[in-house]
């Protein structure tokens, strides 16, 4: 009796070894396979979310498995989960989501700031974007340039163009602070190397007038010209008689068609009326024009007409301005 005992106990042990040494192989095949046969998008992992919620949500998005292989592997590997974005990529296996999650390999975002936008048209497009978090949205501009330690700055036009790279969930005042220190230090660095007859005494004043040259082309080549003729007006006291000051200062019914009313009608920013720079910029200005303000190019033209086509005639005298406009604006010849 007690040999056949000993006979059973043995038979279930090694059955059970089998079973065992199955669900290892099983489990096994399930660490190494892929969990999709192809891409399924991406995977938000939120801060604080376990390997049994990742589980879950891999599951939700059609991940072949069962509960118990996620919890071994946790049992085994003790991963680190870091909040973000992940690309699933075709062939990615647990042991490869674990390691990626581990190492915070999140989906990189971009947001592109346009030279020429106002500060308005910034927080709109970044009020719009899903991506990122709405920090700022309460605050008024002044609070905001608090926020960012520049609580003496004008707000307008303190945050510099170019492409920034992001997490999604990063918030945007972040990305604002980012914005607004390359700014800071492309401003410097053009102001270092200004022309030494530029007629601009404060750093401020350079961001300003700069919002000008940028505000009146997109065409790069033309920035130092534009640039030069703004310089040389105030030189000799001339007022600057740009048409994008009088827009900047009109309320939201402008039409987009600047009329003579407009020019006549007195703000701080319409140059047609005063003298001098406009109390602040008028919209962000690039790198390129910060440089080609600081450095403007040099001749004798005081005016200039767009051509229709992108670019513009520089002319040296109000004669030869007259006639530019009469073939370009007019159209006679």
Request: glycine residues 8%.
């Amino acid at each position: 009796m007690f040999r056949k005992l000993l006979i059973l106990i043995s038979i279930m042990v090694a059955l059970a070894a089998v079973a065992i040494l199955q669900q290892w192989q099983d489990f096994r095949r399930f660490e190494q396979q892929p969990l999709f046969d192809a891409g399924v998008g991406v995977l938000w992992v939120r801060p604080g979310d376990t390997l049994p919620g990742v589980a879950a949500r891999m599951a939700a998005l059609g991940a072949q498995s069962s509960p118990w292989h996620w919890r071994l592997l946790g049992r085994l590997r003790q991963p680190v989960i870091r909040a973000g974005e992940y690309r699933l990529a075709p062939g990615l296996t647990p042991s490869d989501l674990l390691q990626v999650l581990g190492q915070g390999q999140v989906i990189g975002h971009s947001f592109t700031i346009v030279e020429g936008w106002t500060l308005a048209r910034l927080r709109a497009e970044l009020s719009a974007d899903s991506r990122l978090q709405a920090a700022t949205a309460e605050l008024e501009d002044g609070a905001l340039m608090q926020r960012l330690g520049c609580s003496d700055c004008f707000a307008e036009g303190w945050f510099l163009p170019e492409t920034y790279r992001f997490e999604r969930g990063d918030r945007d005042l972040d990305l604002l602070a980012r914005a607004h220190r390359a700014m800071r230090q492309e401003l410097e660095q053009a102001w270092h190397v200004r022309d030494p007859q530029l007629p601009l005494d404060e750093i401020e004043e350079l961001l300003v007038l700069a919002s000008l040259v940028e505000a009146e082309t997109t065409v790069d080549a033309e920035l130092a010209q534009v640039a030069g003729v703004f310089m040389r007006r105030l030189q000799i006291g001339m007022r600057l008689q740009t048409d994008p000051t009088v827009v900047y200062g009109l309320d939201d019914n402008f039409d987009g068609r600047i009329r003579r009313v407009h020019l006549r009608t007195d703000h701080p920013w319409n140059t047609y009326t005063r003298h001098g720079l406009p109390p602040t910029p008028i919209a962000l200005p690039g790198a390129a024009a910060l440089r080609a303000t600081a450095n403007p190019a040099a001749g004798d033209a005081l005016y200039f007409v767009a051509r229709g086509d992108g670019t513009h005639h520089f002319s040296a005298t109000l004669a030869e301005h007259n006639r530019a406009v009469a073939r370009y604006i007019l159209g006679r010849e």
